[in-house]
């Protein structure tokens, strides 16, 4: 009986986009699971694979058929169930196999293959046992320097190697060839486990006593050390011993050497929390609202059976203490919970929520740790030692064994889809997830999402059925605040060419002598700065996209946000000459700028990308605010999520519209959202609290529904919209994006492949237009130049399949790129397939 492996590698083409055979030698069949993580021989390298299937066979092997080189880790690092996932990702989102499973890992195990150097036996260092002495006296000192430094170790990188005797490259090449020394590749990986020199006790309690007792006069350090470890009961860090008494690691080790001691390294978890406390909090007692809500899940979860819930619970409603009381009896249960928030919301003020009520069950994964913290809170999962994982996207693939909930907050957010390969929204994956393991989905938020809302109205999709869940309350009983829209037009008119029209101005005026605090939101989406010459109307644009360049006063610099391109800002205008060239459009730091200005002395926080760069930032910027070190805080994005401040009566929001003409059909959803998640930010406590917000579209429903809080009267006019041009919820959408250097062939392209889907479909019968609102129908959009229409000096090109139905388009998608791929032969050519894409970009 051999066994077989079938093994995933580690290269995302076309070509090994397939599971390959390898033999299992004996020694690792004990320890080889699906999910194990192995070296595997590739022509001629050594490639890190994932083993996705095992099979025994009575039949000899072929003999091409080679055997596994190595296991890398003891544990597998993907259980049977996200290998499964890996498949269903594949299929769905039309990606490689092994960019799902890579998706599922931390970047620390992304293993590459190095090159080992050790010593032959000496037996064959010429072949024959007669000439050994011969050859060995042979060696000239340099030579022996380099094997006795290798044998030392047994085994030294390559790269090490190389750094260590540099100089002698050419001793160590001969080495090689004449077979004293020998190479060998293995996995290695990019982080390695960290570790602690500890010291434990060697031999029983009581005989240690004894020795303490009997020690020699002289060495009375060494007995102040061993009677330290004894009295706390062994494995000390030796740094520990170092500092507390003040000895050198040579006393330390003299008891080791006796035999009293052992010195080990010993894996300890990196924890990026560790030198913080956190506050206990136990539970609220739950509000009459808060309490239905939750007696319909925990029924639920009680009875462990799977179900998808939806709450809609407005700003402040309490929403978050749900969840915690919800996760508290999954962990009862000795299940485990997933809680997944966008990136932005995940302040310091949730983790200390959930770290004050969970402790250290709670694992955290977000984008600011380093690589070897992520690595060590993912172990955490994966060795049982935490039941809570909050994180952002990606930490819907924590490698939890028994699912018991998963959360998703803001479950609107488009951060939730990943835009790059594999290209998967966490909503699916968590349902798919949850589907396996009989788990709980609890979808959250003020403003859900119109797929969301409309799958729990409507009930018609098979797959994603949640039941909804509303709370019209806030938790502490205060009102939701009053908005008031300012026509920005009007204040034009009026002759204010200010940022800031006049009732904001006064507004702000009145918190600063009341001294409460202020929230100002620029909506940075569809603004930037960019550069323009008021004489002949030139804008810096980026050499290799179509895409005006971005200022930054930082640097002086203008950057292209897109490709990196970064140049200093001109003085004098490149097509005209003139002086008169400046930045224009409203950055936070113009806002900044002019607040300083307009309010002499004011304090401003201010958060966007340029401050909140380096790790620790933004907390520190939001402890300032908390600690009413600043009067004012000025942001993107960033501050309309999930910041609960008490003294915070007024926000203001400078430019509600800027992103509605963005050409994306969720343009009016997304500004809904953003206005009324930053409305709630305002009086949430015991103070009442007042939203301005200032616009040129004063009219426009998303403004005025935001404005009276009333998402379902925005819902109810969204959907009539997207229901007449045939758009999601009442469609899915497929966006297919071509890009190549040359302009002519893309194009000739882009038709082909429109033309070949409409060819596919039709033969499926399926093609048909949408606009019949026929349960089963495909139309194709396109192609057209996309929004970017060049990009890093690639043209780009878009065609759009919608379809309602049940129906397979993810896989007709990738067939017709394959299809055409094959016949142009043309590496350059890039197709890119995005199934439930959320930026039309
Ligand atoms: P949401 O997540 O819906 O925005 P939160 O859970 O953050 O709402 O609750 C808003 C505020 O109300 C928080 O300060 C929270 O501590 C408080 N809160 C929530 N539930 C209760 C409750 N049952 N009793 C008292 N305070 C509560
Ligand atoms: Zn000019
Ligand atoms: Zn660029």
């Not at 602690?196 to 303490?212: K, N, Q, Y």
Request: some cysteine; hydrophobic content about 35%.
């Amino acid at each position: 009986m051999t066994l077989i492996a079938q093994v995933i590698v580690d290269v995302p083409s076309r070509g090994t986009d397939r599971p390959f055979d390898y033999i299992v030698p004996e020694s690792m069949q004990g320890w080889l699971e699906v999910g194990s993580r192995v070296g595997v021989p590739f022509g001629p390298r050594t490639l890190q694979g994932f083993v996705i299937g095992l099979s025994g066979t009575s039949e000899t092997p072929a003999a091409k058929l080679k055997a596994l080189q190595e296991l890398l880790d003891l544990v597998p690092p993907l259980s049977e169930e996200l290998v499964e996932l890996s498949e269903w990702m594949s299929a769905k989102y039309a990606c490689h196999r092994i960019t799902a499973l890579q998706s599922m890992l931390p970047a620390a195990l992304k293993g590459k293959a190095e090159r080992y150097i050790r010593v032959a036996e000496r037996e064959s260092w010429v072949g024959e046992d007669s000439l050994f002495d011969a050859t060995a006296s042979l060696l000239t000192d340099e030579e022996e320097q380099i094997i006795s430094h290798i044998q030392k170790q047994q085994e030294v990188r390559m790269e090490l190697l190389s750094r260590r005797f540099g100089e002698q490259a050419h001793i160590i090449k001969s080495l090689l060839q004449r077979g004293i020394l020998l190479e060998s590749r293995s996995i290695r990986d990019k982080v390695q486990k960290k570790t602690v020199r500890t010291v434990s006790l060697h031999l029983p309690e009581d005989e240690i006593r004894t020795i303490i007792e009997e020690f020699p006069a002289k060495a009375k350090r060494q007995q102040e050390v061993l009677t330290y470890i004894a009295d706390t009961g062994g494995d000390v860090p030796l740094k520990e011993i170092m500092t507390v008494l003040g000895v050198t690691a040579s006393t330390v080790k003299a008891l080791a050497d006796k035999g009293y001691i052992a010195i080990m390294d010993m894996e300890v978890y990196r924890d990026p929390y560790q030198d913080r406390n956190f506050t206990p909090t136990t539970p609220f007692t739950l509000t009459d609202e808060q309490q239905q809500v939750y007696n319909s899940i925990i029924n639920r979860i009680n009875k462990r059976e799977k179900g998808e819930y939806l709450i809609h619970g407005i700003t402040g409603s309490g929403k978050t203490e749900v969840y915690l009381q919800c996760i508290q009896r999954v962990i009862e249960q000795d299940r485990q919970a997933i809680m997944l928030v966008p990136e932005i919301a995940l302040t310091p003020q949730m983790v200390e929520r959930f770290k004050g009520r969970f402790g250290d069950r709670v694992a955290v994964m977000h984008s600011r740790l380093s690589s070897g913290e992520r690595y060590d809170e993912w172990r955490k999962i994966r060795e049982g030692k935490s039941q809570v994982a909050i994180g952002a996207r990606s930490a819907i693939f924590a490698p939890f064994s028994n699912l018991g909930l998963i959360i998703m907050d803001e479950e609107h957010e488009t951060s939730y889809k990943q835009e790059e390969s594999p290209k998967y929204h966490a909503r699916d994956v968590a349902i798919h997830r949850a589907h396996q393991h009989n788990a709980v989905v609890i979808l959250g938020s003020a403003t859900p999402s119109l797929e969301s809302y409309y799958a729990a109205r409507s009930q018609a999709n098979d797959e994603f059925m949640p039941t909804l869940l509303e709370i019209h309350g806030r938790a502490l009983g205060s009102e939701l605040p009053a908005v008031e829209i300012i026509d920005m037009r009007e204040e034009l008119k009026e002759g204010n060419r200010s940022m800031f029209s006049r009732p904001l101005h006064q507004a702000i005026e009145d918190r600063l002598e009341k001294k409460q605090q202020t929230v100002l939101l620029l909506n940075r989406r569809g603004h930037s700065t960019f550069v323009m010459c008021r004489t002949c109307g030139y804008v810096a644009e980026c050499p290799n996209c179509d895409i005006s360049l971005t200022y930054h006063q930082r640097s002086n610099s203008l950057r292209c946000h897109y490709c990196g391109h970064a140049e200093p800002a001109p003085q004098i205008c490149p097509e005209c000459g003139s002086e008169h060239i400046r930045y224009f459009g409203t950055g936070t730091q113009r806002v900044e700028e002019e607040l300083a200005k307009l309010f002499p002395g004011i304090r401003v926080v201010r958060m966007d990308v340029d401050t909140t760069t380096q790790k620790g930032s933004h907390e520190k910027l939001l402890n300032q605010f908390r600690d009413k070190k600043a009067d004012l805080l000025l942001g993107t994005q960033m501050v309309a999520k999930g910041l609960d401040f008490p003294d915070v009566t007024l926000v203001g929001v400078i430019a509600a519209d800027s992103a509605l003409h963005l050409p994306d059909f969720r343009a009016a959803e997304k500004t809904f959202q953003l206005l009324t998640q930053v409305a709630g930010r305002a009086g949430r406590h015991h103070l009442p609290g007042e939203v301005i917000v200032q616009t040129y579209n004063p009219e426009h429903y998303s403004v005025i529904h935001a404005s009276h809080h009333d998402y379902h009267s925005f819902v109810r006019e969204e959907l009539k919209h997207r229901q007449i041009l045939g758009y999601p919820p009442y469609c899915r959408l497929a966006l297919i994006t071509f890009s190549h250097e040359k302009l002519a062939l893309l194009v000739r392209i882009a038709e082909n492949y429109t033309q070949m889907i409409k060819d596919q479909a039709s033969k499926l019968d399926w093609l048909g237009s949408l606009e019949r609102f026929s349960n089963e129908a495909l139309d194709v959009l396109g192609p057209v130049a996309s929004p970017i229409p060049r990009l890093k000096n690639r043209y780009r090109f878009q065609c759009m399949i919608k379809w309602r139905g049940d129906m397979d388009v993810a896989k007709l998608a990738e067939h017709v790129a394959e299809q055409l791929q094959d016949s142009v032969r043309d590496k350059e050519l890039l197709i890119s397939i995005d199934v439930d894409p959320q930026v039309l970009m």
